[in-house]
């Protein structure tokens, strides 16, 4: 069990005192396997991720790292294995309205137009009771979610006229507008530029400070570097590495460093750690 | 103009018309998002099966062709999920099964022929008595009813179906949701534009209103609008000029799209200079092409 690594500043009086029962795990994965076709993409992955913690699944492409993330949503069925989603089994989980999922890009569809201010409300699904208007505080939780993505001004244009960088937020403040506790974002940094990379850390940065627990499957770690104490790194469909994040060293350590080359050989200083970069 | 009004006929013609032109669009409009922007058509096929099984049972042919083409929405997205085939293909199966198995059961119907179906095929507006349009106002409230109730869930699903599943919505479930209220909305349109043009009316007003709004509410009122324009002008057209009244709407649609296109254009280009004038933020861009992925990003 990897609780004892991260030493999360959050939960830490409750793991002092282990006969106090903390709140049950954001998610627990008990020896999870997904298949497609037969072909194995997972294999006996267990993890937890306690309530609260920050936590990069990191892994090169096609080593089950976006099927994992999957999985614990429920979006793609488990072959074996068992995950649980704030102490209930999947199927049994009710309390959606505290799962905020983004996605790794927005999807065109047909193409039927839609703004931003339509796809950050549509985030309140799961919040929201059927043929009820949005209440003053649904409008307001929108409009904070447009705030911190700071695309406020852009709130009545269609998504399809944003660049893709901007969609991204879109997407993020969509997770944002449903207030959840437990957030699930697969590659949030890909394709934004460098300036809002900065703003979308420190949107995350904020949501952890406050207590927020979230899932975060990365290429590589980026601006989002100091946030992470935790990294699951999957290698061929099981975890390689559970533990603090591998640092880069050398040249790849620099700010800045865009990481496109694979790494000459295993960094010494971390002999389990598998590349996590991808070419 | 009044002078049309007068026969009861075209009375009842012009209010079924309308209601056809004010619900196909809204079901359009999620099918168009879901990429199934030919569901009416194939489910249209289907029913011509159900209108034979009328003839040939003795039922009435509007309540065979409901019952038969809701089966065949369910059927195609099972086969949609299970059977590996992407939506076009399923879509295709669904054309030709129900083509082959309405020619089928009408030449087996006693007194009937594949005449008889021409009737559903073209559409009949002329013949439309009040039962039908009690029988189409009847499904035209189900259909609104279903989109108010359904209608938020109905658009993340039709947006992503993995961010709907992620809310822990029903996602087949609602899937049947559209796939049967397209259903409805073929047999309720199919006595008026018939069943090669109903998909025509689902489809083609959202193709046009996506050519200038910029939300999804807008389009479908706009689609709404268009499509009711279209069904009493095109109605209109043939009472005066003598043309098939189907074709009359549906030609009057794609004439609207047309004009939309190139209004759209107008549009965003003065959107974009707009823009430019404030300063700052980057213009918008220019697409008329529904299915590109502007603004996505390989990686």
Redesign the interface.
Known sequence: MSVELTGAATHGAVRGAPHVPGPPPAFRVADAAVSYDRTPVLRGVTFDVPAGETVAILGPNGSGKSTLMRAMLGITPLTAGRVELHGAPLRRFRSWERVGYVPQRLSAGGGVPATVREIVASGQVARRRRLRRATAADRAAVTDALDAVDLADRAHDSVHELSGGQQQRVLIARALAGRPDTFVMDEPMAGVDSASQQALADTIARLSARGATVVLVLHELGPLEPLIRRSVVLADGRIAHDGPAPQPSGACAAPGHDHQHPHPGPDPRLPVAPHIDVP | MIEMLQPDFMRRALVAAALVGLVAPVIG?F?????L?LLGDGIGHVALTGVALGFLTNTAPVFTALIVSAAGAVLIELVRVRARTSGDVALALLFYGGIAGGVLLIGLAPGASTATLTAYLFGSVSTVDVQDVYVVAGLAVLVLGVI???G??L??V???E????????PVRFLSLVIAVTAALTVVLAMRVVGVLLVSALMVVP?AAA?QL???????IGLAMAIGVVAALGGLSTAYYVDVAPGSAIVLLALAVFGAAVAAGYAVRALRARRRGERGGG?G??VGT?????????S?
């Open positions: 409009t099918l168009v998002q879901r990429r922007a108010g109730y359904f938020r869930e658009f993340v039709c947006q992503d993995d961010v709907a599943r992620a809310h822990g919505l959202v996506q709004a910029r939300s999804f509410r807008v389009t980057r918008a861009t092409m529904p299915q590109s992925e502007r603004g996505s990003v990686i």
